[in-house]
């Protein structure tokens, strides 16, 4: 898959991605979610993106005029209907009853640190223990060529999905029970950390020998949910002690790389913001101005080299783009 490019339109965005000049400006990909809007744009009838998802998504990217494309989930819109969420199964984050975790109910802090301690911890432990690092560079090669042969020639894809660090566990044991364990035990989440790091660590070594082997574009985004509208969803200064420590040393391989790493940023990130970029982040992706996000001045910022970011922006998808004027 390497980086010589034919089209146009992923020249552009591979010279952006290495900072040269250029006067034009790439489009990042769109996740549109109504099936009536991805048809019309894509050129299809009313009805075929259920009938055939991938090809419409697909056409729907090049319509629009899509350089670049990071997350491939052509899918992900057969979860909403006309009158929004159809999901089959709610889970620990989107309304479930009852979480239930390898055949144990998550109703209170002491049920997410038995669970850490009998399942989870080991858990990682067996997957540091039988980690193939070459199996695992293949696995990453084969997969970001597959999605490049679809994407064609004028859309470059760029990194997602196989860089790993530490994530705080909400997503598995509902936010609730897991902020009061985080604020009742750091003990056992920083150790839940420190495993996903190890675990982290041995993967970035696959991920950073992908690029090279691969020739792959040097451009990855790493994405987890760590703020609202209000800021951090814990305090920033446990993040301080038990969580940047773990995403810095597991990130080193990476680092060490030309690969420009940048941050999904969701809810206000302000207060992470300088310390992303004291790690190593050079750019940032998604701003919801609304909640705070100077992106004015995140754009003076620099890498922590002395060099501009790389930002991937937009219009503000909750006033701008559903409320706003063509002028606006």
Known sequence: MGMTVTAETAQLALDTILQKPRKEVPSWLLHVMEHAVIERLAGAPPGSYKKDPEAVYLAFQRAIGTCLLDQYIPTNPLTMGDTGYE????????????????????NSPEAVVSHMERFALRRLRKEIAAFDED????????????????????????GYGFVHFPT????????????????????????HFALQADLAL???????????????????????????????????????KMWFPHFARCL?????TNVRMIWHCDGN???????????????????????GMDYERI??????????LIIIAGVSVTRTLPKGTPDD
């Open 87 to 106: 999901g089959a199964e709610r889970a620990a984050t989107t309304g479930a009853e009852e979480i239930i975790v390898d055949g144990m109910l998550i």
């Open 202 to 240: 041995l993967n970035n070594r696959a991920a950073a020998r992908a690029y090279t082997e691969g020739s792959l574009p040097p451009l990855y985004r790493l994405d987890h949910d760590m703020a609202d509208s209000r800021g951090t969803l814990v305090d920033v200064r446990s993040l301080d």
């Open 299 to 308: 754009c003076q910022m620099k890498t922590r080299e002395g060099e501009p």
């Open 135 to 158: 199996r695992r560079v293949q696995g990453i090669l084969e997969n970001e060529a597959s999605i490049q042969q679809k994407l064609g020639p004028a859309i470059l894809k760029s």
């Open 269 to 291: 990130l302000m207060q992470m913001v300088p310390r992303l970029l004291e790690v190593g982040i050079k750019g940032f992706q998604g701003f919801q101005y609304e909640d």
């Open 252 to 256: 080193e391989p990476m680092l060490r």
């Open 168 to 191: 705080l566990a909400y997503g598995t044991y509902g936010y609730a029970n897991y902020f009061m364990a985080y604020a009742l035990h750091p003990e056992v989440i920083e150790k």
